[in-house]
C-alpha cells in the first residue's frame, strides 16, 4: 500500500521527469488523453494474467480475443500454431468484426471501435459510447445494430443504429424503442431478438424486426413466448434453434415472422448455451462433467428434425463462439479458448490452445509495491509473491516467484523491508503477516510470520509498525523484529464505518473508513497511534496526499479535497461529483487519477491544485485495487486480472515545478478569530488576475472578496462575516483562499457570534 515520506516524493518525482526528459518522442500532449491513456509505446499496455476469453471474433487471419487483460490478436493463419501478435487495453464481453474494425462491448457499457488493419499494432479510435451496455450486435449491410442494457435490466428498450460508411467513426443515425434481446440474428431482412423475463427467467420471449429499410427497424407487433431461458439463437432458411438453460434445444419455424411455431425441442440439450450455424451444421454447447463441456454437432440436413452427427467434450465453460476456415474458436471462463477442427462435421477433433499473450500466467493481483525498477504483486491464486522487473516494459522479466503454503494479499515495502497479508485457502480474508529482507531486492528471504487480530485487506507501514484494516477496525502490529511481528493493538474509531484503504504520510495515519469519514491517527509512537481529527465524510473511500492536500474519494459527494496542513484540524476545502462512483485515488505533482468501482477512471489536470479539471477517460480491465506510479507509468493492481500497466506521462509536465507552493505562505488575517470584521492581508508575487473567496468547511464558497487584475506586492481586503446576499453566517471555521497564476494561498478563519 501507499507510503509517503519527503524523500520518497522527491525521488518519483525526479524519476518521473528524468524518465519523461529522456522519452519526449514518445511523450504526449495532455490534451490528447482523450479517452484512453495514450500508448506511444511501441508494446502497449501490458497485463499479466490469466487470459481468459469472454468473447471472440475472427477477421480474416487474425483472431481477436477477449480477454481479462483486453483484446489479445494472434496470428491464426496456422490455427494449431497461433501467433501472438497485440493487445489492445479494452475490455470486451462482445465482439465483431467489419473490415479493419473491430467493435467491441461489454454488458456495464462500453461500445469502442479498435482500428486492427494492422494487427500488430492495434489503434483503439475515438469512437466510443460508455453510457449504454450491449447486450448483443451484429453488422447488416453496412449499419452495426445494438441491443442495448438498461441499469435495472429491463428488457423493453429498443435497438440503437450506427451507420458504419465510415467504419472508424460509426455514425449514429437512429434509436428505435421496442423489445430487447438477449441475443439478435438475421435472417435476410429480419432481425430476431431472443430474451427472457430477468425476473421470471423461466420464460423467453422472441420478437422480431423489419429491416427493409436497414436505417430505420420497425418492430412487427407482438412477441412469441415459450418456457425456458434462451441464452442464445441461430437461424437457417425458415428455421430458428433457440438454446435455453431448463427446457433443451428449441427448433420454431420462423417462415412466417409474425407467427412463429415450435415444431420441435431437444431436451437432451438442456442447459445449452450457444448455437451457432456453418453450413449444413448446427454446433450446440452444452454442460458437461465438472469443468467440462460438450460440443455436439447437429446435421440440418432436416432443419425441422436435427439429427445428431457426434460430440466431442472440452475443458471449461462455453461462452461465445466463431467459426473460420473450417476452425471453430470456443471463447472460455476458465481456461484458454478452446480450438476445434470441424472441417469434417461428423468428425470435429478438439486441439490444444498453443497461443499464449507475453507475460500471461495464473494471477491474482490483490496488491502491488513498487521499489525502483521491481514490482512486488501479492497474488492469492498460485505463488502468493511474484516479482516483476518493470525497467524494460517491452519485456517485464518475471525474475522470481515465491511459494508458500498460504495464498497472498497486499504487499508494503519498508526501507529493506517487505510486508505481506496472507490467509489460508479456507479463510476468506488475510489472517497473517509475513516479513521478508529484501537486501537483495531480487531475491527476498523470510524472516518471520505473526497473526493479525482479524481479518484484514489492506495495508501501510511506518518504521517499527505496520497497519491493516477491514470492518472498521485498524489493528496495529509491531514489526521492530521483523522476524517476530507481534499484533498489539486494535484500533476502533468512532462510528461504525468500514474502510479498505490506508495511507501514512509522515507521522500521520489516514485511513479512509466509509460512513466514519476520513480517520487521522498521529502515529509519531508508531505502535501507539492517537485519535487526532475525523473528516466529515458520507462515506470516504480512498485518499492520497498531495503537498498539505489530501485527495479524497467518497461514494456520494465524489471527490473532496481537504487541507491537512495542520492535520489535527483539517478542513474540506472544496468537493465536486466524479462522473461515477470514485473507488482508489492517486496523485503525482500534475495529475490525478480516480478509479471506479468496475473498470476505468478519469484523469484530472491539478495546475490549480483547488480546482481540479477533468480531461479525459481511462481503461481498466477491472475496478483497479490499487495503483502505484513507476517512471511515466502507473501499474494498476485488479483483483482477478493482474496487473495492468498504462502511459500517464505528457509533455507538460517537465514545466511542473517539484515543490508545491506552500498553502499558507504570505497570508494572514487580525484578528483571528473575529467578531464582526477582520482584514486579510496576502502578497502577490507578480501583477496579474487574482480571486479571493472565502468558503466554508464543506468547500462551499461564501463570499468573493476580490476578483480581478491587481499589481504585485502586498494587498488588505476585509471580510465582515457575510454572505454574497449579505446574509450574517453563524459562527464557525471559514477558508480564505487567494488563486493567483503563480500560487494557491489559504488560512482558516474563525468567526465568533
Excluded at 469502442?112 to 450491449?134: E, K
Amino acid at each position: 500500500m501507499k507510503h509517503h515520506l519527503a524523500k520518497h516524493s522527491v525521488h518519483v518525482l525526479a524519476m518521473f521527469l528524468f524518465l519523461t526528459a529522456g522519452s519526449l518522442a514518445l511523450a504526449q500532449d495532455c490534451l490528447d488523453y482523450a479517452d484512453y491513456f495514450p500508448d506511444p509505446a511501441p508494446t502497449g499496455p501490458r497485463a499479466f494474467s490469466t487470459g481468459l476469453t469472454q468473447a471472440v471474433a475472427v477477421a480474416g487471419t487474425s483472431l481477436c480475443l477477449g480477454t481479462d487483460t483486453g483484446v489479445q490478436i494472434f496470428d491464426v493463419s496456422n490455427p494449431l500454431a497461433p501467433i501472438w501478435l497485440s493487445q489492445a487495453p479494452v475490455w470486451a464481453e462482445r465482439m465483431v468484426a467489419y473490415g479493419d474494425m473491430l467493435y467491441t462491448a461489454r454488458y456495464s457499457g462500453g461500445l469502442q471501435a479498435i482500428d486492427i488493419s494492422d494487427p500488430t499494432a492495434p489503434v483503439i479510435t475515438d469512437f466510443h459510447r460508455n453510457d449504454m451496455g450491449t447486450f448483443d450486435f451484429l453488422i447488416y449491410d453496412h449499419y452495426l445494430y445494438i441491443v442495448p442494457k438498461l441499469e435495472n435490466w429491463s428488457f423493453l428498450f429498443g435497438i440503437t443504429v450506427y451507420d458504419l460508411t465510415d467504419p472508424a467513426h460509426p455514425e449514429l443515425v437512429n434509436e428505435v424503442e421496442g423489445g430487447a434481446g438477449f441475443s439478435i440474428c438475421m435472417s435476410g431482412d429480419t432481425m430476431f431478438l431472443a430474451n427472457y423475463d430477468p425476473y421470471y427467467s423461466d420464460i423467453s420471449y422472441l420478437g422480431t424486426a423489419d429491416l427493409s429499410d436497414p436505417a430505420n427497424p420497425i418492430y412487427n407487433p407482438g412477441w412469441f413466448s415459450f418456457p425456458g431461458r434462451t441464452n442464445d439463437i441461430a437461424v437457417y432458411g425458415d428455421y430458428l434453434y433457440a438454446a435455453t438453460d431448463t427446457y433443451g434445444l428449441y427448433v420454431i419455424d420462423v417462415s412466417d415472422a409474425g407467427d412463429p411455431t415450435i415444431v420441435h425441442v431437444m431436451p437432451e440439450l438442456i442447459g445449452s448455451h450457444s448455437v451457432v450455424v456453418v453450413g449444413q451444421t448446427a454446433w450446440v454447447t452444452v454442460p458437461g462433467a465438472p469443468d467440462t463441456h460438450d460440443l455436439v454437432a447437429l446435421s440440418l440436413a432436416n432443419p425441422a428434425r436435427p439429427g445428431l452427427l457426434n460430440e466431442v467434450t472440452f475443458v471449461g465453460d462455453d461462452l461465445y463462439q466463431a467459426e473460420s476456415g473450417g476452425w471453430l474458436y470456443i471463447a472460455n471462463d476458465k481456461v484458454r479458448p478452446a480450438l476445434v477442427d470441424i472441417s469434417i462435421p461428423s468428425s470435429p477433433v478438439v486441439r490444444p490452445w498453443t497461443g499464449i499473450a507475453p507475460g500471461h500466467g495464473e494471477l491474482n493481483a490483490a496488491g502491488i509495491a513498487v521499489a525502483g525498477d521491481l514490482i512486488y504483486i501479492g497474488s492469492d491464486v498460485g505463488d502468493p509473491l511474484r516479482i516483476i522487473d518493470v525497467s524494460d516494459l517491452s519485456v517485464m522479466r518475471r525474475i522470481t516467484r515465491v511459494p508458500g503454503e498460504l495464498l497472498g494479499g497486499d504487499v508494503a515495502v519498508q526501507d529493506t523491508l517487505l510486508f505481506q497479508m496472507m490467509k489460508t485457502p479456507s479463510q476468506p480474508m488475510n489472517r497473517w503477516l509475513d516479513s521478508y529482507s529484501i537486501a537483495d531486492p531480487e531475491n527476498p528471504r523470510f524472516l518471520g510470520r505473526g497473526e493479525i487480530g482479524d481479518f484484514s485487506l489492506n495495508l501501510a507501514t511506518t518504521k517499527g509498525a505496520v497497519y491493516t484494516t477491514l470492518n472498521g477496525l485498524i489493528h496495529v502490529m509491531d514489526v521492530s523484529d521483523p522476524a517476530n511481528p507481534q499484533h498489539v493493538l486494535a484500533l476502533n474509531p468512532p462510528g461504525n464505518g468500514s474502510g479498505r484503504d490506508l495511507l501514512v504520510n509522515g507521522n500521520h495515519l489516514y485511513a479512509p473508513l466509509g460512513s466514519s469519514g476520513l480517520v487521522i491517527y498521529d502515529i509519531t509512537e508508531a505502535v501507539a497511534p492517537l485519535l487526532v481529527a475525523v473528516v466529515d465524510m458520507p462515506h470516504c473511500y480512498a485518499v492520497d496526499i498531495r503537498g498539505n492536500l489530501a485527495y479524497a474519494t467518497d461514494h456520494f459527494n465524489g471527490l473532496s479535497i481537504i487541507d491537512i496542513s495542520e492535520p489535527a484540524e483539517p478542513i474540506i476545502l472544496h468537493s465536486e461529483p466524479t462522473p461515477e462512483i470514485g473507488h482508489h485515488v492517486r496523485v503525482d505533482q500534475s495529475k490525478l487519477f480516480i478509479t471506479t468501482l468496475f473498470s476505468g477512471g478519469w484523469v484530472y489536470d491539478l495546475a490549480d491544485p483547488l480546482a481540479p479539471r477533468l480531461e479525459g477517460e481511462f481503461f481498466t480491465v477491472s475496478g483497479a485495487t490499487e495503483m502505484e506510479f513507476i517512471g511515466p507509468w502507473m501499474a494498476m493492481a485488479q483483483a482477478g486480472c493482474g496487473v495492468q500497466f498504462a502511459w500517464r506521462a505528457c509533455e507538460s509536465v517537465v514545466s511542473v515545478p517539484e515543490e508545491m507552493p506552500p498553502l499558507r505562505s504570505g497570508i494572514f488575517a487580525m484578528p483571528n478569530p473575529f467578531n464582526p470584521r477582520t482584514t486579510i492581508t496576502y502578497s502577490m508575487m507578480r501583477a496579474g488576475d487574482v480571486e479571493v473567496s472565502v468558503v466554508d468547511v464543506a468547500g462551499r464558497r461564501v463570499a468573493e472578496l476580490v476578483a480581478g487584475w491587481q499589481t504585485d506586492g502586498t494587498h488588505t481586503v476585509a471580510w465582515d462575516g457575510r454572505d454574497a446576499g449579505g446574509r450574517a453566517m453563524p459562527s464557525g471555521s471559514y477558508m480564505v483562499r487567494v488563486r493567483s497564476a503563480d500560487s494557491v494561498q489559504a488560512t482558516k478563519l474563525t468567526l465568533v457570534r
